[in-house]
């Protein structure tokens, strides 16, 4: 096998796709500034600033495939939209020359219709702050050369999740026996996505020519409140459901007046004050996938947890 699949970043997205590729028997490449990334005989890591037009090229010899999975430095609309379509722009066109498809992990802050149940053929024209980059991102990829998959997923739990609302915020304090705090209301509907379920749509997206040049959905399983999600993992840990209590979207509004951090939390806490629901149904029949059953993420998610708190 001559090919190599190149993957940019070694977060949880980037991490799992590395690993599920490699555990297939893919030669990978991951690139991170630090060399960082999994161990594995089939992986290889460098020291790489993918954003560099003249050093990314030489890491993309023998790629088919370019998952980019590197997001911007800092949770802030000014940041995102100094690095981002740089960078992309540069991924793009390394991933171009050498004939590679590029895979990018997306969000559901383009939609522009939330309110309603957001489907793959739903509309994604939100504009300002960073809805509006993530709309811009998209037309870029759409315009390009280059083709490209763009597979969406809600927000992220699983193991390697640290930084969401699914994290930190609730997995260590269920299985502490703590009370868990969350953003917004504990009684709405809301998708969350399982990492490695994301990271399966990106692999085989790009084997499948077919969906190229298309936005497809993540599989993700029916929706549920965040007390539920609580519930799961305390079931998973063998443990008691915990006391969930809301942040109230008025308090983070507050805080935010003295908290940049939370201030640029304020544009997306619509997501968790009203039912916030994507449906997979479409992209899960295009690539043959079904989202592992809520269980077994959550035992996987605590097993990491506890094995890594």
Same mark, same amino acid.
């Given at each position: 096998?001559? /090919?190599?699949?190149?993957?940019?970043?070694?977060?949880?997205?980037?991490? %799992?796709?590395?690993?599920?590729?490699?555990?297939?028997?893919? !030669?990978?490449?991951?690139?991170?500034?630090?060399?960082?990334? *999994?161990?594995? #005989?089939?992986?290889?890591?460098? !020291?790489?600033?993918?954003?560099?037009?003249?050093?990314?090229?030489?890491?993309?010899?023998?790629?088919?495939?370019?998952?980019?999975?590197?997001?911007?430095? /800092? @949770?802030?609309?000014?940041?995102?939209?100094?690095?981002?379509?740089?960078?992309?722009? /540069?991924?793009?066109?390394?991933?171009? !020359?050498?004939?590679?498809?590029?895979?990018?992990?997306?969000?559901?802050?383009? @939609?522009?219709?939330?309110?309603?149940?957001?489907? #793959? $053929?739903?509309?994604?024209?939100?504009? &300002?702050?960073?809805?509006?980059?993530?709309?811009?991102?998209?037309?870029?990829?759409?315009?390009?050369?280059?083709? %490209?998959?763009?597979?969406?997923?809600?927000?992220?739990?699983?193991?390697?999740?640290?930084?969401?609302?699914?994290?930190?915020?609730?997995?260590? !304090?269920?299985?502490?026996?703590?009370?868990?705090?969350?953003?917004?209301?504990?009684?709405? $509907?809301?998708?969350?996505? @399982?990492?490695?379920?994301?990271?399966?749509?990106?692999?085989?997206?790009?084997?499948? $020519? #077919?969906?190229?040049?298309?936005?497809?959905?993540?599989?993700? &399983?029916?929706?549920?409140?965040?007390? =539920?999600?609580?519930?799961?993992?305390?079931?998973? $840990?063998?443990?008691?459901?915990?006391?969930?209590?809301?942040? *109230?979207?008025?308090?983070?509004?507050?805080?935010?007046?003295?908290?940049?951090?939370?201030? =640029?939390?304020?544009?997306?806490? @619509?997501?968790?004050?009203?039912?916030?629901?994507?449906?997979?149904?479409?992209?899960?029949?295009?690539?043959?996938? /079904?989202?592992?059953?809520?269980?077994?993420?959550?035992?996987?998610?605590?097993? +990491? +947890?506890?094995?890594?708190?």
């Amino acid at each position: 096998m001559n /090919t190599v699949k190149v993957v940019t970043g070694a977060g949880p997205v980037g991490w %799992t796709v590395a690993s599920q590729l490699a555990e297939a028997g893919h !030669r990978v490449r991951i690139l991170t500034r630090s060399g960082s990334g *999994p161990d594995h #005989e089939l992986i290889e890591r460098r !020291r790489v600033d993918v954003s560099d037009p003249g050093t990314l090229p030489a890491a993309m010899t023998d790629a088919d495939a370019l998952f980019h999975c590197i997001h911007g430095s /800092t @949770y802030d609309a000014a940041v995102w939209r100094r690095e981002l379509p740089a960078a992309e722009r /540069t991924v793009l066109e390394a991933a171009g !020359r050498v004939g590679a498809v590029a895979v990018f992990p997306e969000s559901l802050y383009s @939609y522009s219709a939330p309110g309603a149940v957001m489907t #793959e $053929a739903g509309p994604r024209q939100a504009s &300002n702050g960073k809805r509006g980059v993530r709309t811009e991102l998209l037309a870029a990829r759409s315009a390009s050369a280059t083709p %490209t998959v763009s597979v969406v997923a809600s927000d992220f739990f699983g193991p390697r999740v640290k930084f969401s609302h699914a994290g930190e915020r609730i997995v260590p !304090r269920v299985l502490a026996g703590k009370r868990v705090s969350v953003v917004g209301r504990t009684d709405v $509907a809301h998708s969350f996505t @399982y990492v490695p379920d994301l990271a399966a749509a990106m692999i085989k997206a790009a084997a499948t $020519a #077919e969906v190229w040049n298309s936005v497809l959905h993540a599989p993700t &399983n029916p929706a549920l409140t965040q007390r =539920e999600l609580a519930a799961a993992f305390a079931a998973a $840990a063998g443990l008691p459901a915990p006391r969930v209590s809301a942040v *109230p979207g008025w308090v983070v509004r507050a805080a935010g007046l003295f908290s940049a951090e939370l201030r =640029e939390l304020t544009e997306t806490l @619509y997501q968790f004050q009203r039912p916030f629901v994507m449906d997979s149904t479409a992209s899960e029949k295009r690539l043959g996938l /079904t989202p592992t059953p809520l269980r077994i993420a959550a035992g996987e998610t605590v097993e +990491w +947890w506890r094995a890594n708190a």
